[in-house]
């Protein structure tokens, strides 16, 4: 008897059956699945921040760079330094027969921009040559820690290695940006680029590339550095004054 109403009792409780069991995998799936996807997203998400964050820091490093070698003097070896006379605010080398006006790290940028590379010294001048990176670099060329270029203590054997200052300090920031050694590329729409533009009161002949009535010196420099990302993008701009030429 106890039998029969035990039957009873349990005719109703039935098992899953395998449709419903795969509906149950099914939305269980989904979930785990959008978890993964927001895993990814937030992984993704990480590594644009950093990339962007190192690209702060970057441009903030060529800038300050820049401000803190602004009166270097361009174009001079180490001896022709020693003969390095200073009139009104400029500089000028002795070469024996004369005084020739030398150029600084600003205003040498400036030129390399427009094509011209002579100095006031007998310096190499010939592979000097302004930031300007409009491509990744080959990621096959850059394998190993030792690929990439020393950026410290240029040897007199280094193709980089210049008898300037000035040279030395564009082939550090050149090889910083041109190899991607802090930045990652992903795509030939990012590229990484420092232009100086002069600015001045003057028109006619003595024009500069912006005409302001409110520089009241001979010119004012410019620099802008410009960083694009992720896959173009993101950009990164920072302009800064470089450089006061005064007007005696």
């Known amino acids: 008897m106890s039998g029969l109403i035990n039957k009873k009792k349990y005719r109703n409780q039935k098992g899953l059956s395998i449709i419903e069991a795969i509906v149950s995998s099914v939305i269980v799936g989904i979930g785990f699945i959008a978890i993964f996807q927001m895993v990814n997203y937030s992984v993704n998400s990480i590594n644009v921040s950093s990339e962007r964050t190192k690209a ?25 330094r020693e003969n390095l006379v200073y009139q009104d605010g400029k500089a000028y080398l002795d070469k024996g027969d004369g005084l020739v006006e030398c150029k600084s790290l600003i205003e040498d940028y400036y030129d390399l921009q427009q094509g011209t590379k002579e100095g006031c010294g007998s310096a190499t001048r010939s592979e000097v040559k302004p930031i300007n990176v409009g491509q990744c670099a080959q990621k096959a060329n850059f394998a190993n820690a030792e690929d990439f270029t020393e950026i410290h203590n240029f040897e007199d054997t280094d193709e980089r290695a210049f008898d300037d200052a000035s040279g030395n300090k564009l082939a550090k920031w050149q090889s910083i940006i041109e190899e991607d050694q802090l930045l990652k590329c992903r795509s030939p729409k990012e590229f990484k680029t420092v232009k100086m533009f002069e600015m001045c009161a003057w028109t006619g002949t003595a024009a500069c590339d912006v005409t302001n009535r409110n520089v009241f010196d001979e010119s004012m420099y410019l620099g802008r550095i410009q960083i694009n990302l992720n896959r173009g993008d993101k950009r990164k701009y920072l302009y800064f004054q470089a450089k006061y030429k005064a007007k005696q």
């Open 56 to 80: 702060n820091y970057l441009v903030s490093m060529i800038a300050e760079g820049m401000l803190g070698y602004a009166d270097t003097v361009a174009g001079i070896n180490n001896e022709e």
